[in-house]
């Protein structure tokens, strides 16, 4: 198994790249980050490609498996990209949990509205290993590690068995 291994996060605050926030956009592509234009189904496929070479060469990755920002701070479902991704490197899945995050970066706001000092919470999981389990097995141990670290209300309301 490689050294490499992807990080889940899940969280209301995920930046959105956007060509008009010079700075940030142009560090981020300089720093040779994963971006991906979810309007372009090229750059989706180029993304994907890119990250699995970057997994496959050691380099560690980090993904919302959400992929978009949740308005209410609640954990959303996920998208399959990531976890294939991981399958495809063979590399283990860490799932980290950050909490409150929406309550200092609301999802409408362009800058935090209050310090996350003694709000914010990080939590590093275990490392879910991927060999020989589906994507949606992969998605559920997920699932499941971080709704263990998540406060009451940043789980989806309707608990079913989509929300494990």
């Known amino acids: 198994m490689h050294d490499a291994f992807c990080i889940i996060c899940v969280t209301a605050f995920r930046l959105t790249f956007d060509e008009n926030v010079c700075t940030t956009y142009n ?3 300089q720093g040779e980050h994963v971006l991906i234009d979810r309007t372009d189904k090229r750059s989706q496929l180029r993304t994907f490609k890119q990250a699995i070479t ?3 060469n050691g380099i560690p990755i980090m993904a919302f498996p959400e992929g978009a920002r949740s308005p209410d701070g609640r954990l959303m479902p996920f998208k399959g990209g990531i976890f294939s991704m991981a399958v495809k490197a063979k590399v283990p899945i860490v799932p980290l949990s950050l909490s409150n995050t929406h309550a200092v970066f609301p999802s409408v706001g362009f800058l935090p509205v209050q310090s996350g000092r003694d709000k914010l919470r990080v939590y590093v999981h ?7 389990k589906s994507e949606e097995e992969i998605a559920f141990e997920v699932r499941r590690a971080l709704l263990r670290e998540l406060p009451l209300d940043q789980h989806p309301l309707e608990v079913g068995e989509d929300n494990l």
């Open 27 to 29: 560090s981020l592509q």
């Open 54 to 56: 970057y997994l496959k």
């Open 126 to 132: 275990d490392p879910i290993d991927v060999e020989g």
